[in-house]
């Protein structure tokens, strides 16, 4: 079946602690993103990937790092430098830039 | 500033009633797309339109972009139903992300 799958579903980050998010889609789709939402706001874009080897920021970067070196593969690194890392973590992907996202089950990152 | 707003927040409705979402937005877009989050986080694309109206299933999504003004209608509603419905856009101009609304918490009584 072809899907996008994110782990853990569940993860706990110490005080100074680097931890990554991975997300993985067999869909063949160019373009992925990560999102984080918060209670009460809409979703925010963190980082997107046209496209293998090539990321943009989005609107809330600071504090998170991406790589895309496989085309099926889009990890989200949540640094020690996001002070307010609490939240739901989605990645998504598209066939290309501007078409419909298919979303992957999210990851909930909670802070000791 | 761009921006997207819905309405209502929340809802609740008995089964069987027909449901109204809303979703304005500030300036043009060349898109626009309706999602919907279940409980336990999920987000499943419902429609992306940028004129006129799309239907599926029991679901309707319209667009006036002259109003910039969407609705997303749910016909002969159903417990399963529940869920958040989120509006988001893809403004024009140089523009490469959507822009998401904070979603409407819809709640259907058996």
């Known amino acids: 079946d072809g899907g996008i799958t994110q782990s853990p579903k569940y993860l706990f980050r110490k005080e100074g602690q680097n931890v990554t998010l991975s997300c993985e889609q067999n869909?063949?789709?160019?373009?992925m993103y990560w999102y984080r939402q918060d209670p009460g706001q809409g979703l925010r874009l963190i980082y997107y990937?046209?496209?293998?080897?090539?990321?943009q920021k989005g609107d809330i970067a600071e504090g998170y790092s991406v790589s895309r070196e496989k085309k099926e593969s889009f990890p989200l690194t949540v640094t020690s430098a996001q002070k307010n890392p609490t939240a739901f973590y989605l990645c998504?992907?598209?066939?290309?830039?501007?078409?419909?996202?298919?979303f992957g089950p999210g990851t909930r990152l909670l802070v000791l | 500033k761009n921006e997207v707003e819905q309405s209502p927040q929340n809802l609740t409705a008995q089964e069987g009633e027909f449901i109204t979402i809303n979703c304005s937005y500030s300036?043009?877009?060349?898109?626009l797309h309706w999602l919907q989050q279940h409980p336990g986080g999920g987000i499943v694309s419902l429609f992306m339109?940028?004129?006129g109206k799309k239907k599926h299933g029991r679901l309707i999504a319209t667009i006036n972009i002259q109003e910039k003004h969407s609705s997303l209608h749910i016909t002969a509603s159903h417990p399963r139903d529940s869920a958040v419905y989120i509006c988001?856009?893809?403004?024009?101009?140089?523009?490469?992300?959507?822009?998401f609304g904070t979603g409407t918490r819809l709640t259907i009584i058996p």
């Open positions: 990937s046209q496209i293998v080897n090539d990321f």
């Open positions: 998504a992907s598209s066939i290309q830039l501007l078409e419909t996202q298919y």
């Open positions: 300036v043009g877009i060349s898109a």
């Open positions: 869909l063949n789709h160019d373009a």
């Open positions: 988001a856009v893809r403004f024009n101009f140089g523009n490469e992300k959507l822009t």
């Open positions: 339109l940028s004129s």
